[in-house]
């Protein structure tokens, strides 16, 4: 799911236009862009149409595409993207993998919450470290329950899957090359 605030922000920071610009360019006011940016105010889908054709996008480019300004290097926690699913948060450094090398990822699952029934499978290698909580890593025919400061790290060719064992959450900062 696509978090209004960020991808708005996100694509306007790509076009490379203020919010008053935007703002001025579309016939709204400077703080109605503002409010829907800091997700104080979610735009209709009518006003999101508008303000996105003020960046000459559409709502398929808004839905779509996950753009990354250029040459970004810092990013704050309200701009990790996540690209998980209902029972596990993946926290995405940046809204796009696009021309990167790596994906980072903050992961968070819940109790009892795993990838699936089904192993993953994808070109390159995966790493990661847990931070809290338990997390059983199965990878082939090794399966091993991680802690607190364990890590692993697999060719992700690899058929693999994650599973948090325990009932409190499990947290750990993961990293794929190529991105998955």
């Known amino acids: 799911m696509v978090n209004v605030a960020n991808q708005l922000r996100l694509m306007r ?3 490379g236009i203020s919010q008053r610009e935007l ?3 579309v016939g709204v006011s400077n703080g109605t862009i503002s409010q829907i ?3 104080k105010s979610d735009p209709s889908v009518g006003l999101l149409k508008q303000i996105l054709e003020g960046l000459g996008l559409s709502i398929a480019d808004f839905f ?3 753009l990354q300004p250029r040459g970004k290097i810092f990013f704050v926690k309200d701009e990790f993207v996540d690209v998980g699913t209902a029972n596990v948060q993946f926290l995405q450094m940046g809204a796009s993998t696009r021309g990167r090398q790596i994906q980072f990822l903050k992961e968070v699952y819940a109790g009892g919450a795993s990838t699936g029934h089904k192993s993953l499978v994808h ?3 995966e790493a990661g470290i847990i931070l809290t909580g338990q997390l059983e890593v199965t990878v082939g025919d ?3 329950i991680l802690s607190a400061g364990d890590g692993y790290y697999f060719d992700s060719m690899t058929p693999h899957s994650f599973r948090n064992v325990g009932t409190e959450k499990c947290e750990l900062v ?3 090359t190529p991105p998955f």
């Open 142 to 144: 090794q399966r091993r």
């Open 37 to 39: 940016e800091k997700g």
């Open 174 to 176: 993961s990293a794929c």
């Open 23 to 25: 703002a001025r360019n």
């Open 64 to 66: 779509e595409e996950r």
């Open 13 to 15: 920071e790509t076009a």
């Open 123 to 125: 070109e390159g290698e």
